[in-house]
């Protein structure tokens, strides 16, 4: 047990203390350096991109939403010629259906990497190549960027400019993820990640039996998955494959990929407003949530099914094996290490696993879709910042209300425009989620897709809206979602969990901030930058939160819990 | 600036499809294809899937579970894989398609399957209807792939596996020992037997 905890608070540690300021640091580094360097400028002359151009919020929106598209249309295109193109060794056929295509390229375009596909038996290595691990950069520094562009809004005083698009996708990538991925894969292959192109292995088994043993180039995919918070997985189970996460090594690095860059956002934030105060206290609120949910997960994995004891399974931890609740669980890591992995994958809205979340206890499983439903515990490249900005300005409009004073933020007023578009970003959010899942509910069919009965196969349906919408992309995979309605709805459910909320609405917020001229401070001013405004800003998130999803989790993971308890199967 | 001239929309159209292209080329080809030429030069083994080679044979991967049924091999895990391209014909440890069982906590079929592997792990190892058997032993992985088992599982097996074998019980339990692997740098993950690298020994073991 105590080398369990301890794994998890170096790791935790190594997260706070390693990452943010150093990391954050870069991040501004990289994203205000008046210079390029010589491979940006020939890209920028070569491409045809006027790096000096600065954008308003309309231009750096239109931007965002055309480069996507040209995106989805490329790969939509790719995976319906799939048969006609090459490196497809094991002959995969036949290619994606349209409804899964474009399920398919929505989901890794908005870095949500949601899967109705199997890998290894969907896609051939060219799609696996140049579409998902192209798109694992792409829509990782696309996420990136809309987050600094939010930023450098709320930076500016009276100019809308945001930035330029164009520069932040490049220099991402370029000063960023490739280095760094380039580095991490060869530490993945050494770890036992494969990464080549030949065929499945044959091989005969000791008993006799022939075994197909799919791989590919997984290790270059691997290392942006994570480091991107994309999720999608080179095979169908994702991270708890042991070619895609072979040791406990490969897994503790995933999970600190997926944490590197999202926390130490705050830092670049609270340097580019120049509030550094105000980054920190956005780090205490995002790692408040990230502790309390841990705390939710480890104990309940931990302690198991107590239906399986019934039947006669030994769950309980010793130096002879992690009990806990082991099904859909990989012996390697474990339930500590399993349980991080939960909580981290769910709260930077990466989706990748590393254990089925179907088969979490319901305590396990309440607390992943928590994450989600929330989406401001980390969150996603830029998004989660963004939703969290959303939140504080939620919350001085709620605060002002309540003592009658004109709210502001970094010395911006916020007035009724502004209130209107987070309104919007923060409905639309349970919106998408609702009513996708009150269409599965009466779709003829729809519920045929379920894997699991009763409050379990509700929070199945839950659990898949929750993580379109939030741009996550785990599952509760039991769901079936390759049919024509989940592929299209959900795949629906990802673009306006995407654009409607947050990216859209809060890169309108920051233009608007950005025009404002800054009002000077008087004593009539509410501070923001303190633990009392964290308080009252993690207040906010859970109430406002909390009551917008808290029936449809009593219908999941809550009656769950019940019934467990009282020992009840379906 | 010519860039300037353009209409906005087309001057924003262009960059979008020239930077698509362009990454594609650079993440999607350059990167994946560099990394692949790399790693094959730094660690040839791993990155074709570490597979085991015995007399010139590959006989599986030290990575990928594979099914044993014979009392005189260690057995893995459960696994909830089917055969290919089907998703309700269960082929144990199919490396071609990874897969889990989904199965809720409450879902009657997992307690239903849990108790009727806990019986049959009684039953081939010749334990008491009291004893509880460890919970990696009767429940499917993640991956359906595990090529693991916990300690407890494996001592639980040793006596039976001795037995078909015709080895003493310590040679047995030496054999597993020397395939238990550690947590890596002794912190990270849990102690674990690779089942097939146990079985390769104890065949190995006999033919010495």
């Avoid at chain 1, 995919?221 to 997985?233: F, S």
């Avoid at chain 2, 030290?62 to 909830?80: C, D, M, V, W």
């Avoid at chain 2, 919970?135 to 001592?155: E, R, W």
């Avoid at chain 2, 047995?172 to 146990?198: A, Y």
Wanted: proline letters at 6%.
């Amino acid at each position: 047990m105590f080398l369990n905890i301890l794994q998890l608070v170096i790791i935790l540690l190594i997260i706070g203390f390693g990452f943010v300021v150093p990391i954050g640091k870069y991040l501004v580094k990289i994203f205000t350096d008046e210079k390029d360097t010589i491979l940006e400028r020939y890209t920028y002359r070569f491409l045809g991109i006027n790096s000096q151009e600065q954008m308003t919020w309309q231009r750096y929106s239109q931007a965002i939403v055309l480069s996507n598209l040209v995106f989805v249309l490329l790969f939509y295109a790719t995976q319906r010629l799939q048969d006609f193109l090459p490196l497809n060794p094991d002959k995969i056929s036949p290619a994606p259906t349209p409804e899964l295509a474009f399920n398919t390229a929505v989901s890794f375009v908005t870095n949500t990497d949601w899967q109705n596909y199997g890998g290894e038996t969907t896609l051939s290595y060219f799609n696996q190549m140049v579409m998902i691990t192209c798109l694992m950069f792409t829509s990782s520094a696309t996420g990136l960027g809309a987050g600094v562009a939010v930023i450098r809004g709320l930076s500016q005083n009276g100019i809308n400019n945001l930035g330029n698009f164009w520069v932040d996708l490049t220099r991402a990538i370029y000063r960023l993820f490739l280095p760094v991925c380039f580095i991490l894969s060869l530490v993945y292959v050494w770890q036992g990640i494969p990464q080549t192109l030949e065929p499945a292995a044959i091989a005969s088994t000791l008993e006799g039996v022939t075994q197909t043993i799919a791989r590919g180039p997984v290790a270059s995919l691997e290392t942006i998955k994570n480091i991107g918070t994309n999720g999608g997985g080179f095979f169908s189970i994702n991270s708890a494959h042991p070619f895609e996460n072979p040791t406990p090594l490969t897994n503790t690095l995933e999970i600190l990929s997926m944490l590197l860059i999202v926390p130490a956002l705050t830092y670049t934030f609270g340097t580019m407003v120049k509030a550094r105060r105000q980054g920190w206290v956005f780090f205490g609120v995002f790692a408040a949530l990230f502790i309390g949910f841990l705390v939710t997960v480890f104990p309940a994995e931990q302690i198991g099914n107590p239906l399986l004891t019934q039947v006669g399974s030994d769950q309980t931890l010793s130096s002879l094996q992690s009990g806990g609740n082991f099904e859909g669980k990989e012996v390697r890591f474990g339930i500590a290490q399993t349980s991080l992995f939960v909580t981290a994958t769910t709260a930077a809205t990466t989706g990748s696993v590393d254990a089925m979340h179907d088969s979490l206890t319901p305590m396990g499983g309440f607390a992943a879709l928590s994450e989600m439903l929330l989406n401001v515990v980390f969150g996603g490249k830029g998004v989660g910042l963004i939703t969290l900005i959303m939140y504080a300005a939620v919350t001085v409009f709620l605060v002002g209300l309540m003592v009658g004073r004109t709210p502001e933020f970094l010395s911006k007023k916020i007035e009724a425009k502004e209130v209107k578009l987070v309104s919007l970003a923060l409905l639309a959010h349970p919106f998408t989620i609702l009513i996708g899942i009150g269409l599965a509910l009466v779709w003829p069919k729809a519920l045929d897709s379920l894997n699991n009965p009763d409050a379990h196969g509700f929070s199945e349906l839950l659990y898949a809206f929750t993580s379109v919408t939030a741009n996550n992309g785990s599952a509760f995979a039991g769901l079936n979602g390759n049919t024509p309605f989940y592929n299209t709805v959900l795949g629906l459910g990802i673009l306006l969990g995407r654009f409607l909320a947050p990216v859209l609405p809060m890169l309108a917020v920051a233009g608007s901030l950005a025009t404002k001229p800054r009002v000077p401070k008087t004593p009539g001013t509410m501070s923001t930058n303190t633990v009392f405004f964290g308080v009252l800003l993690l207040a906010s998130i859970l109430i406002v939160g909390g009551l917008t999803f808290f029936p449809a989790l009593a219908l999941g993971p809550i009656s769950e819990h019940f019934e467990l308890a009282s020992g009840k199967t379906f | 600036m010519t860039v300037q001239s353009r209409s906005p929309f087309v001057s924003v159209l262009i960059p979008a499809i020239t930077t698509a292209i362009w990454f594609i080329i650079l993440c999607g080809i350059i990167y994946p294809l560099l990394t692949t030429v790399v790693a094959n030069v730094l660690f040839p083994y791993q990155a074709q899937g570490s597979l085991i080679t015995v007399n010139g044979k590959v006989i599986g991967s030290e990575l990928i579970g594979q099914n044993f049924t014979a009392p005189k091999y260690f057995h893995p895990r459960p696994s909830a894989t089917t055969k290919t391209g089907t998703t309700d014909k269960p082929q144990p440890y199919n490396a071609a398609q990874s897969g889990a069982s989904n199965y809720g906590p409450t879902n009657k079929k997992l307690i239903d399957g849990v108790k009727d592997a806990v019986a049959a792990y009684r039953k081939e190892n010749g334990l008491a209807d009291n004893v509880l058997v460890p919970v990696d032993a009767v429940t499917a992985s993640g991956s359906g792939l595990d090529p693991h088992i916990s300690i407890a599982n494996a001592n639980l097996q040793s006596p039976r596996v001795a037995k078909a074998r015709n080895l003493p019980l310590t040679e047995v339990q030496k054999l597993v020992k020397q395939n238990t692997q550690g947590r890596q740098f002794g912190l990270l993950g849990e102690p674990r037997v690779n089942v097939l690298k146990l079985n390769l020994a104890l065949d190995q073991a006999k033919s010495k």
